[in-house]
Structure formats: structure tokens, C-alpha cells
């Protein structure tokens, strides 16, 4: 699986948008973008996934670049919930192993 | 009605002890995972069970056993306990090869003292 990095912590107001950003620079062709987020002492929650193509759901917004080397995760109207440790994984869909969840980016939404 | 379930919730134990951490899925998942996650907060993957058969096995110590009696249970043993297996195990689960299908359990919050 692709290395990603992330910044380590981002703070956003209520209301406003929220953009997450992701680096897998080293991503290859088969492997997804997978975004979880952790709230505080919850185990982690699937919000969104891509290849190639942008994707939204009634989560969030995953536009990835045309040359795959980064992403970012939008929430459009964050609010005080979003507050969570955000986490961009890549890896193989079939890989057989389980993903690794680095260290995320720490979203803290602000009233 | 919960997905992943992890018992107990809660675990204080003395050094020493020997404790387990019971997980269940009713998702019809086949594969079941561990994760440690620890004081730095880094959720790191320790087991992996595809229709009860061991797919992963990180390096973890041998005093930590998982046993999966069937799809639906996958349980941790701890034999030995140290100060440094403290922390937060969360189990999961999720169908074979989908990334985007992984449900977590609640945590179970580990405390050796």
C-alpha cells in the first residue's frame, strides 16, 4: 500500500467547508483512496472511497487529481460532529491484507 | 442492533494476568480484524481472519492470541499482561478485498496497572 501523508492537525468554522488534503505521491494505478474518521474513543467509520473519478455521497466530497498524486476529502458544511481525526488510506481493493491507518489529520470545528 | 460488538468495555488488570476481549459481528462478514491503538493515538492493524483461517499476524508478541471459533467471532487472548498493552483494542470486520467496508467495534479499553 502507498505511503499517504497528511497534515497533522486542521481547524475549520462551523458551517464553512472543510478540506481535507492527502499526498500518496507513490499511489499506483489499481490502488483506491479510502477516507475513514475516527471520533473521539469510537473506532473508526468509513466515509468515502475513489479510483480515478471524483465521488461524492451524503458524507462528503473526494476529488482526486488527474494524475492520482493527491486528494482531498470535502465536508461541505462542517459541522461540530465532524470534529474527528480524519484518515486517507491507499491501498489495493483486493490486497488481502488490512488497511493501515497512519496518523490522520486532527479536524476541530470551531463554533 | 450493534454490528461489532467488543466485550468488555472496559479492562483494569494487574501485571501478570492473563485476560480476554470477546468481539462478534452479525454483518455476515468473513473477515475479522484487531487493531491496537495506542497512548500516540496510532491505530496499528495486530490480526487478520479470513473465514476463521489467520491472515495476518503482525508482529505482535505471542502472548497475544486471537482464536476465531466461527466468521461471526473473533476473540483476543492476552497471556502475561505488561504496562506496555495498554491501550485501546478495537476489532472489525468487513467482507474480503472491500477497504470500504470495514465496521469497527466500540473499543475496548485496556489498563494495565
Known amino acids: 500500500d502507498a505511503k499517504t501523508t497528511q497534515p497533522p492537525s486542521m481547524d475549520c468554522a462551523e458551517g464553512r467547508a472543510a478540506n481535507l488534503p492527502c499526498n500518496h505521491s507513490?499511489?499506483?494505478?489499481?490502488?483506491?483512496v479510502y477516507w475513514y474518521r475516527q471520533i473521539h474513543s469510537q473506532g473508526p467509520q468509513y466515509i468515502i472511497h475513489?479510483?480515478?473519478n471524483n465521488e461524492t455521497n451524503e458524507m462528503a466530497s473526494l476529488i482526486i487529481t488527474e494524475d492520482r498524486k493527491s486528494s482531498t476529502l470535502i465536508l461541505p458544511h462542517a459541522t461540530l460532529r465532524d470534529t474527528a481525526v480524519y484518515y486517507c488510506?491507499?491501498?489495493?481493493?483486493?490486497?488481502?491484507?488490512?488497511?493501515?491507518f497512519g496518523k490522520g489529520t486532527s479536524l476541530l470545528v470551531t463554533p | 442492533d450493534t454490528a461489532v460488538s467488543q466485550t468488555p468495555k472496559y479492562l483494569v488488570t494487574q501485571m501478570g494476568n492473563d485476560k480476554s476481549i470477546k468481539c462478534e459481528q452479525n454483518?455476515?462478514?468473513?473477515?475479522m480484524y484487531w487493531y491496537k491503538q495506542d497512548s500516540k493515538k496510532f491505530l496499528k492493524i495486530m490480526f487478520s481472519y479470513n473465514n476463521k483461517e489467520l491472515i495476518i499476524n503482525e508482529t505482535v508478541p505471542n502472548r497475544f492470541s486471537p482464536k476465531s471459533p466461527d466468521k461471526a467471532h473473533l476473540n483476543l487472548h492476552i497471556n502475561s499482561l505488561e504496562l506496555g498493552d495498554s491501550a485501546v483494542y478495537f476489532c472489525?470486520?468487513?467482507?474480503?478485498?472491500?477497504?470500504?467496508?470495514?465496521?469497527f467495534g466500540s473499543g475496548t479499553r485496556l489498563t494495565v496497572v
Open positions: 488510506i491507499a491501498d489495493y481493493s483486493n490486497s488481502g491484507y488490512a488497511l493501515n
Open positions: 472489525a470486520s468487513s467482507l474480503a478485498g472491500q477497504g470500504e467496508g470495514y465496521t
Open positions: 507513490t499511489i499506483s494505478g489499481n490502488e483506491y
Open positions: 454483518l455476515g462478514h468473513d473477515t
Open positions: 475513489g479510483l480515478k
